[in-house]
């Protein structure tokens, strides 16, 4: 009967069948940080941008037919001649406007004092035009509203910004700051909410308390969900009032604009201005009124006018409750982190799933892609604002990047075990050709001369000190136990020999102890060792050594040594005894509940295993033993490895 060799196991199948222990804990590791970072905002700006991206790349949606954008050009203000525009040119303007009748006219223009000529004109607008709003500043650096105009028809017109300086929250209402010229105690609406409630209160809505939360505000059945500090990729933000984040409406005309000489001039055809929200501000660069947004598609990058950016947020709260337009929605923090989590691993799972490494990168790339499009689309649709960032990169890690570590990790390996078999093979070779031939002649010691002996036994010794050190230098520093007189263990090889060795090596210092030996009872057998890692067997053989040393530095006229290192069904055991008349170690006495250094470290390293440390001393000898389960206990949760 032939029998045929199994396949080569390649890399990556090594690496897709290796334990659970290693795939978990780096992958645990990875998510958990990616939770960290994500908690101390250090994701935030990468978040804001993709919010920002997938904004600006929604397809374009119509012009919102409800509002006009009357905008003041750097023309304008070179044909009146003047600059800020004087009140009786905004008279005008909006006595022209009037003509077609507004629904609601917004005039985004300070005007807490006069600017002559036309100032009595504008007041009596003012005073007269139920539809007619104007701002204030209340944040900071207060400026008052217009002193004609009554506090229902004003609204401040401060932006909410982020820590980079962009506008992606609109204020709803706030409570003014305690500095305030008028005090804190008067709760104020918007510029943008004041225009969008007037406007709504011609078809009977308005403003309510939430029914889902009483913070929100709600008109009919669009309730505004409340802005909070750690909502969507925000860590810590100012939430303070009432704020909404902003769904800018996409496309490169998301509303009519026209500028101020051509309504003056009766060039707007009436039904642009009729039963629209009006609102007039400034559209010229040299006048600075602008505010910065990455999510508007804007002639000038990342620079939107005040009045547009007003415009966006009104028509965002009318197409909400008119036309059920989404608004930009979060999960609540424990699902977006559970997302986070579950992608996290997800990206650990694929090394077990996919066999091939091609189809493998294909696959992580391909998901990768699908998380991302996803997000996008889901935010395009349905407005909701998922953690890209932070998921994408924790399956990257875990999907990629350690997956590498691991290759590397297991090439090296494979490259020292070649190494390795290299160095033994070329032993192997010396030592059936050259070294068989020194040693007949070193069996004809009487035919050759003193000389010629030394030299040969030289030779010899050299030869195997060369095999020694090479074998010694292949070995990871991780996998290396240095003992006296330059000998080196590797620690890979089965527990029993390992301990067999630093026996060996011990048993050769010259300790005053050992001399006095007779006897020896030696008994080393294999132990169940699956579950110790390269520290613990390192210090099962340092345990060892120093058990060894004590029986050399203390024993008193000891004849018999007894070492035994061996396993039962259930432990474990290292025992060493001796017969010694005995004496109390230095480290006993001072601590008898604890022991001294040596003690601690054997106790420490017994509870690190689950197992027991004893230390018997009595006038016929000393007897020291550590006792661990052959199978240490895991949690309940802690996946089995493959076999």
Same mark, same amino acid.
């Given at each position: 009967?032939?029998?045929?060799?199994?396949?080569?196991?390649?890399?990556?199948?090594?690496?897709?069948?290796?334990?659970?222990?290693?795939?978990?804990?780096?992958?645990?590791?990875?998510?958990?940080?990616?939770?960290?970072?994500?908690?101390?905002?250090?994701?935030?700006?990468?978040?804001?941008?993709?919010?920002?991206?997938?904004?600006?790349?929604?397809?374009?949606?119509?012009?919102?037919?409800?509002?006009?954008?009357?905008?003041?050009?750097?023309?304008?203000?070179?044909?009146?001649?003047?600059?800020?525009?004087?009140?009786?040119?905004?008279?005008?303007?909006?006595?022209?406007?009037?003509?077609?009748?507004?629904?609601?006219?917004?005039?985004?223009?300070?005007?807490?004092?006069?600017?002559?000529?036309?100032?009595?004109?504008?007041?009596?607008?003012?005073?007269?035009?139920?539809?007619?709003?104007?701002?204030?500043?209340?944040?900071?650096?207060?400026?008052?509203?217009?002193?004609?105009?009554?506090?229902?028809?004003?609204?401040?017109?401060?932006?909410?910004?982020?820590?980079?300086?962009?506008?992606?929250?609109?204020?709803?209402?706030?409570?003014?700051?305690?500095?305030?010229?008028?005090?804190?105690?008067?709760?104020?609406?918007?510029?943008?909410?004041?225009?969008?409630?007037?406007?709504?209160?011609?078809?009977?809505?308005?403003? *309510?308390?939430?029914?889902?939360?009483?913070?929100?505000?709600?008109?009919?059945?669009?309730?505004?969900?409340?802005?909070?500090?750690?909502?969507?990729?925000?860590?810590?933000?100012?939430?303070?009032?009432?704020?909404?984040?902003?769904?800018?409406?996409?496309?490169?005309?998301?509303?009519?604009?026209?500028?101020?000489?051509?309504?003056?001039?009766?060039?707007?055809?009436?039904?642009?201005?009729?039963?629209?929200?009006?609102?007039?501000?400034?559209?010229?660069?040299?006048?600075?009124?602008?505010?910065?947004?990455?999510?508007?598609?804007?002639?000038?990058?990342?620079?939107?006018?005040?009045?547009?950016?007003?415009?966006?947020?009104?028509?965002?709260?009318?197409?909400?409750?008119?036309?059920?337009?989404?608004?930009?929605?979060?999960?609540?923090?424990?699902?977006?982190?559970?997302?986070?989590?579950?992608?996290?691993?997800?990206?650990?799972?694929?090394?077990?799933?996919?066999?091939?490494?091609?189809?493998?990168?294909?696959?992580?790339?391909?998901?990768?892609?699908?998380?991302?499009?996803?997000?996008?689309?889901?935010?395009?649709?349905?407005?909701?604002?998922?953690?890209?960032?932070?998921?994408?990169?924790?399956?990257?890690?875990?999907?990629?990047?350690?997956?590498?570590?691991?290759?590397?990790?297991?090439?090296?390996?494979?490259?020292?075990?070649?190494?390795?078999?290299?160095?033994?093979?070329?032993?192997?070779?010396?030592?059936?050709?050259?070294?068989?031939?020194?040693?007949?002649?070193?069996?004809?010691?009487?035919?050759?001369?003193?000389?010629?002996?030394?030299?040969?036994?030289?030779?010899?010794?050299?030869?195997?000190?060369?095999?020694?050190?090479?074998?010694?230098?292949?070995?990871?520093?991780?996998?290396?136990?240095?003992?006296?007189?330059?000998?080196?263990?590797?620690?890979?090889?089965?527990?029993?020999?390992?301990?067999?060795?630093?026996?060996?090596?011990?048993?050769?210092?010259?300790?005053?102890?050992?001399?006095?030996?007779?006897?020896?009872?030696?008994?080393?057998?294999?132990?169940?060792?699956?579950?110790?890692?390269?520290?613990?067997?390192?210090?099962?053989?340092?345990?060892? *050594?120093?058990?060894?040393?004590?029986?050399?530095?203390?024993?008193?006229?000891?004849?018999?040594?007894?070492?035994?290192?061996?396993?039962?069904?259930?432990?474990?055991?290292?025992?060493?005894?001796?017969?010694?008349?005995?004496?109390?170690?230095?480290?006993?006495?001072?601590?008898?509940?604890?022991?001294?250094?040596?003690?601690?470290?054997?106790?420490?390293?017994?509870?690190?295993?689950?197992?027991?440390?004893?230390?018997?001393?009595?006038?016929?000898?000393?007897?020291?033993?550590?006792?661990?389960?052959?199978?240490?206990?895991?949690?309940?949760?802690?996946?089995?490895?493959?076999?």
């Amino acid at each position: 009967m032939t029998h045929s060799s199994p396949p080569p196991v390649t890399l990556w199948q090594r690496l897709s069948q290796a334990s659970w222990q290693r795939r978990v804990v780096p992958g645990l590791t990875v998510i958990v940080l990616m939770v960290v970072l994500r908690l101390l905002g250090v994701f935030q700006e990468l978040e804001w941008a993709a919010l920002d991206s997938f904004l600006r790349w929604r397809p374009a949606e119509p012009t919102d037919d409800r509002l006009l954008i009357v905008g003041i050009t750097e023309a304008d203000i070179q044909q009146v001649g003047t600059y800020p525009i004087p009140d009786g040119v905004l008279a005008a303007l909006i006595t022209e406007l009037q003509r077609h009748d507004p629904q609601v006219i917004g005039l985004d223009l300070f005007r807490d004092l006069p600017i002559q000529p036309g100032s009595d004109q504008l007041n009596q607008l003012m005073a007269e035009s139920p539809e007619l709003f104007g701002i204030e500043k209340v944040l900071s650096s207060a400026i008052a509203p217009p002193p004609a105009l009554p506090e229902a028809r004003v609204g401040f017109n401060d932006f909410a910004l982020d820590d980079d300086g962009f506008v992606r929250r609109a204020f709803l209402g706030v409570f003014p700051p305690p500095a305030h010229p008028e005090g804190p105690e008067r709760f104020r609406f918007s510029f943008p909410f004041v225009l969008a409630e007037a406007y709504l209160a011609q078809d009977n809505l308005y403003l *309510e308390n939430g029914r889902r939360h009483r913070d929100n505000m709600r008109f009919g059945t669009a309730e505004f969900w409340r802005f909070r500090p750690n909502d969507g990729g925000y860590a810590g933000a100012d939430a303070s009032g009432v704020q909404m984040l902003i769904n800018v409406r996409s496309g490169p005309t998301p509303f009519t604009m026209v500028s101020l000489s051509a309504v003056l001039a009766g060039e707007v055809p009436p039904d642009l201005i009729s039963d629209r929200v009006v609102l007039i501000g400034v559209t010229s660069l040299g006048q600075k009124d602008l505010v910065n947004s990455a999510a508007v598609n804007t002639l000038n990058p990342g620079l939107v006018y005040g009045v547009e950016m007003h415009a966006h947020i009104t028509s965002q709260i009318l197409s909400t409750v008119l036309d059920d337009r989404p608004q930009i929605n979060v999960w609540p923090n424990p699902w977006e982190y559970l997302w986070i989590i579950a992608w996290g691993a997800i990206g650990m799972l694929l090394v077990g799933l996919i066999a091939r490494p091609a189809w493998y990168l294909l696959g992580v790339g391909l998901i990768g892609l699908g998380l991302f499009v996803s997000s996008y689309v889901v935010l395009w649709l349905g407005g909701w604002w998922l953690p890209v960032m932070p998921t994408l990169i924790a399956f990257t890690l875990n999907g990629l990047v350690l997956p590498g570590f691991y290759l590397y990790d297991q090439t090296l390996r494979s490259r020292i075990a070649a190494r390795q078999r290299v160095i033994e093979e070329t032993y192997d070779a010396i030592h059936n050709g050259p070294l068989q031939s020194l040693a007949l002649l070193l069996k004809q010691k009487e035919e050759l001369s003193p000389t010629v002996q030394a030299q040969l036994a030289d030779l010899n010794q050299e030869l195997r000190t060369v095999y020694n050190r090479l074998q010694q230098e292949s070995l990871p520093a991780e996998e290396q136990l240095p003992l006296g007189g330059g000998k080196v263990i590797d620690l890979r090889d089965e527990l029993h020999e390992v301990l067999y060795e630093v026996y060996i090596a011990t048993l050769k210092r010259d300790f005053p102890g050992f001399a006095t030996l007779k006897f020896q009872v030696v008994k080393f057998e294999p132990m169940q060792e699956a579950s110790l890692s390269a520290d613990d067997r390192r210090a099962l053989c340092r345990l060892l *050594e120093e058990m060894l040393c004590n029986v050399g530095k203390h024993a008193i006229e000891a004849k018999r040594l007894t070492i035994a290192c061996y396993a039962t069904e259930t432990d474990n055991i290292i025992r060493v005894a001796d017969n010694g008349k005995g004496q109390p170690l230095p480290d006993t006495a001072p601590t008898p509940t604890t022991g001294g250094r040596g003690t601690q470290q054997a106790q420490a390293l017994a509870q690190r295993l689950g197992g027991t440390y004893e230390r018997e001393f009595t006038p016929t000898g000393t007897h020291c033993e550590l006792r661990w389960p052959t199978q240490r206990p895991r949690p309940r949760w802690w996946p089995r490895s493959r076999s």
